[in-house]
Nanobody
Framework: VQLQASGGGLVQAGDSLRLSCVAS????????VGWFRQAPGKEREFVAV???????YYADSLKGRFTISRDNAKNTVYLQMKSLKAEDTAVYYC???????????????WGQGTLVTVSS
């Protein structure tokens, strides 16, 4: 499966933004899809993941502000982000794997990333 992340941009602190991850392939519905982010000079960190059964798991620090969802008919996973803070500035990546990996970065398939910049 190939992934294409989009929806990033420059926003102000407190704004909301929705990222999209569109996948190619007819078997998208059986993949678990996660979002990760990487800020300048920092390691890639887990954001959220949604399973093929629609189960979800979030980084503790982001619960309540970020929501992951999927629309299998559109081969798309979304990351809705609200009350954005300057520290949310990062390149956001989506990743997919048939196995449930949760916060582990060892996903088989990765998108190219989309930059989110939050100005304070």
């Amino acid at each position: 499966v190939q992934l294409q992340a989009s929806g990033g941009g420059l926003v102000q602190a407190g704004d909301s933004l929705r990222l999209s991850c569109v996948a190619s392939g007819r078997t998208f519905g059986v993949y678990n899809v996660g979002w990760f982010r990487q800020a300048p000079g920092k390691e890639r960190e887990f954001v959220a993941v949604i399973g093929w059964t629609d189960n979800t798991y979030y980084a503790d620090s982001l619960k309540g502000r970020f929501t992951i969802s999927r629309d299998n008919a559109k081969n798309t996973v979304y990351l809705q982000m609200k009350s954005l803070k300057a520290e949310d500035t990062a390149v956001y990546y989506c990743a997919a794997d048939r196995a449930w990996l949760g916060a582990n970065v060892r996903y088989d398939h990765w998108g190219q990333g989309t930059l989110v910049t939050v100005s304070s």
